[in-house]
């Protein structure tokens, strides 16, 4: 039987080497607070569409919209009335539009996380110079920011129409500056809520509904109670069930610190003793949206 031998190999050394262009990085190396500052200013722009598509900037500036055309109207009458004062007082004017404020970050937390979780890139971020403290804080200050700017705003025109309008400049300064302590409180404390519901799914639709669950519903359960303690004369009963809602918590701090009338039924805010229990009820929360945000994705980052 004939046996086959496989073809010669043609002579001469036919290895080739190509140059594809890879070389390595010999530049600065920015390390760990540039990869921070990198993934905050990404995701801050990212609250409000921008560096995205036109479709992902519709509702966010939708909504900045809604929040400012109310105050601009409000400067609008005061002027054209020549009034003495504001119709609504800076502290209240996110107490009032809490819906928009609750929807904004409904859709903002899990485009913020969610996506990250889907897609399974968070260990990737961490694969970098990056930690996971680096990303929690990164995330939380950039949502909290964007919230910052939604709700102060609004406060802003109020400020230069009032200004304009010729009111009296050191009660509209003291009010503008109460206000935006009230609305840097409201930002974190949302922030943080809105992002620890939003990360235990990596479904968006499913973290819109929760947080906007989460939001509304303690809300509407708070406002129900608080509706019918008063009605059976319990003004002590309302105070302490106002702790069960970041609404109703960010509205008692600024009734007893910052001067602001309330919103519970009677008009019948906490007073400083009942303030601090607020303030540590909040500081609490935000400490614990923290704390709880950390645990999740040293869990996701492995």
Request: with cysteine; glycine share 10%.
């Amino acid at each position: 039987m004939a046996v086959e031998h496989p073809a010669a190999a043609p002579p001469g050394d036919q290895s080739r080497i190509h140059n594809i262009g890879y070389r390595s990085y010999d530049g600065p190396r920015l390390g760990r607070a540039y990869a921070r500052r990198s993934l905050y200013s990404q995701s801050l722009r990212g609250a409000y569409g921008l560096g995205r598509s036109a479709k992902s900037k519709v509702l966010p500036m939708l909504l900045f919209v809604v929040m400012c055309v109310p105050a601009a109207i409000m400067v609008a009458v005061a002027v054209a009335t020549k009034a003495n004062d504001l119709p609504l007082d800076y502290t209240r004017y996110a107490i009032v539009m809490q819906a928009v404020i609750s929807l904004y970050v409904a859709s903002q937390a899990p485009q913020s996380v969610s996506r990250d979780l889907r897609f399974k890139t968070v260990p990737l971020y961490f694969s970098r110079p990056i930690e996971t403290a680096d990303y929690v804080r990164a995330k939380y200050a950039a949502l909290a920011s964007a919230l910052f700017v939604l709700t102060a705003a609004p406060l802003l025109v109020l400020y230069v129409g009032a200004l304009l309008a010729k009111l009296d400049f050191a009660d509209q300064t003291e009010g503008f500056a109460q206000g935006l302590v009230s609305v840097a409180l409201l930002s974190l404390l949302f922030a943080g809520i809105g992002l620890v519901v939003a990360s235990v799914t990596p479904r968006r639709g499913f973290g819109i509904a929760a947080v906007i669950a989460v939001l509304t519903i303690s809300y509407g359960a708070v406002s129900t109670l608080q509706a019918i303690a008063d009605v059976q004369d319990s003004s002590g009963a309302v105070v302490w069930i106002g702790l069960f809602s970041p609404i109703t918590l960010v509205d008692g701090v600024q009734s007893a610190f910052l001067g602001a009338a309330s919103a519970f039924p009677g008009g019948t805010g906490p007073g400083t003793g009942e303030g601090v229990v607020y303030v540590l009820v909040a500081l609490g929360l935000i400490a614990a949206a923290h704390g709880l945000l950390m645990r999740r994705y040293k869990k996701v980052g492995l």
